[in-house]
């Protein structure tokens, strides 16, 4: 028996407001989701495209969208800025977006997240490439087929790249004159890096360190990995491509091209890495390098222009980065990467993604091509913020005022080096990125670390790469 | 309740009479129901949408699998016991523990000393102008801080370091050695943070009637013993919220982890809402990101319970 004193009334208005509550989550079950494209003037019918808003400035955005007009005035163009620290915090804001119903339709995309883009949210521009190759001629014969193999994903193509940076080495003139060293040759070994740090914190004093670094995907360990004759994942290339490679670069350069790269097996514990590892440690316990979490590139420009970091890795973007922050054309060199078992070295692209959400393909196609135009980046790049993928673009003029004097290797590396290749940026980049930031911190604490932090780096690859996305 | 036995002495009792049935409140009662109910309605509005939709939502997608890219699929309670297995989060989980004791334990004591300091004999100027100092780190933002915090504590070129190096003391790793940048991030927290339990603190002294102070005085209460047996008593009241709010707010710690040192050296400084963050956005994991944070939840809901039940014993209300 339930002892209760429930009325016959309060029985059927507590009836009632169940039903009511009922009928509520009943009417929202059967909605569809609403999202951020059903708010009122949100879809303006735009073309949109989402670029990494501290590489694109408001003049960048003007120039795009001014030349942009003048071509196509039919398409309305809308260029969404986004503000993100690096490309990762750039990726999680899109797929935010993505995730809100406000997809852009075009999404400035780096090394760091082609195949991502590629496997769950590009369209392969294949049928478009195809369609206008009389077109694209001349850009293909501008733009080294290294660049173009590395927005490639599993046979197709699926973004035109527009600007690179391979991992070079930077050097404070000052300091190499204060270490009375002669500027480094091309060929330049591994053992000549060491000799040159030692001179350097010899005459740097004791708040000065040689070598600063950044740890993070791009120019971290990975070009000293690249160095070494090996890499983070198994390297290899997928299959296809050929139609490309056939229809717009000679035999020499095809040679040895495919449909992209493939990264595959962990290899965290493979003898070579270890090496880097053991090097790296060595030159941290000499008080020759900064330590994995001191280097960041936020004050990176601050301790080189004033000559308490003697050398550090980075690309063309410093060029113009230098120049901004008051150092003279000569006040900094760039050479090469130094040679260990190979010279190979590595790079990051970048360039515009084709969203499969998109209702406007053929008009962002159209942008994509306008976009990779040599008037474009001409104008786009002109403070050297980026070295721009095209070839003819990298001149003596355009370096005359930002220098440095040793300006070709921007481009040479691609041609010197044929090897040279993309980070290993696999789908799963966000999480294998954090397991390499992560472990080599642990692993570069003191040379006893190495080991047992690339065993737990393994590990933890491993299962990063059989997770899928 | 169903009845399967009745007890004989309470058989003996006689039947009690019904309770009277209930009765409309009269019209004027009902009108100010209606009142109460619509002013009260924004609030409570308010913490539906705000609050409880998004933490049923949650627990919802705690039972999915969801990539953001693809619809989500049912994956019931597999996400809880992925993360319970994953040794980042049972890392997280340690530390940000490790960093709630010690943020709020510094906290609360650096709060209530200058709290005690500045409602000492000063002019009343001086007094405003101590407020206000250290309650304005609070306003700034955490992430601005931390960028700032991470140059001086930098150990090659930082200032905290050069000026140590003016009297002979070699370069500390503030942020590159795993105990270091754990006491490093709780002391940024504690710098900004302190200043919310200082006001309360300030407060909670005014409120202690003068007289209190006087007769301790004159029973030979003085200095240290005072405060431990006079002022702390009654000042629990105040312990107890600024405490509260103190182990909520360091329980979801992030900025300050996240800027200065990412979660490292290694997983040493890595929390329970970094975690979330990685999972979720960085690593597309909606579903395990969401058991994180419903694992989070329920143990500050714990942690809370537990406070309130302990300052039954502590806690004297005047």
Redesign the interface.
Known sequence: ???S?L?RR?LLRYGAYGAGAAALAGTAASWDRLTGADIPGRDDGSLVVATLGPAYGPEAIRTLQEGFAELHPDIKLRINAVQAVDW?DFF?KI??Q??AGTAPDLVYVATEGVQLFAQ??GVALDRWVKRDAAELKEYFADVHPSLVESMMYEGSLYQLPVEFNAADMYFNRQVLTRAGAAFPPADWTRDDFTALLRDMKRTGG??F?PYFWTNRLWGGVVPWLFANDTNLLAESKAPGGQWLWDGFYPAGQRAGRGGGFRWTTPQATHDRVEEVYDYLASLIQDGLC?????G?G??LIG?FSTG?VGVTPAGGFWAGGLHLAGMERDGFDVQYFPRWRTQRMQYGAAGYALLRTSAMQDEAWEFIKYAARRDTLERLFATNQTTPARRSLLTADRYAKTGPAHWPVFYDTLDRFPDTGPIPAPPQV??VE?VL???T??AL?SPRSVRP?LRRMQGDLEKAME?E? | MTNTRIPPARAARPEPSPPPAPRRPPARDRGTRLLATLFLAPTIVGIVVFTVVPIAGSVGLSLFHWNVIDSPSYAGLSAYGEVLGDETVLVSFRNTLVFMVFAVALQLLVALTLALAVNGRMPVWLRSVFRSAFFFPLVLSAASISVVMKYLFNQDFGVINWLLGLVGVAPVPWLTSENAAMATVVLVYVWQQFGFSFLLFVGGLNNIPKEIHEAAALDGATGLRKHLTVTLPLLSPTLLVASVVGIINALQVFEQPYVLTNGGPGDSTRTVVMVIYETAFEQLRFGEASAVGVLLFVLIMAVTALQFRLSRRFVHYQ
């Open positions: 028996m339930t002892d004193h009325t309060a990762s999680a797929l935010t993505v995730a769950r949210l004791a708040r360190t900064t330590r994995p979490e001191g960041n936020q004050n301790v308490r966000a999480e954090q930031l992560k472990h911190g642990t604490a932090a997770r996305v």
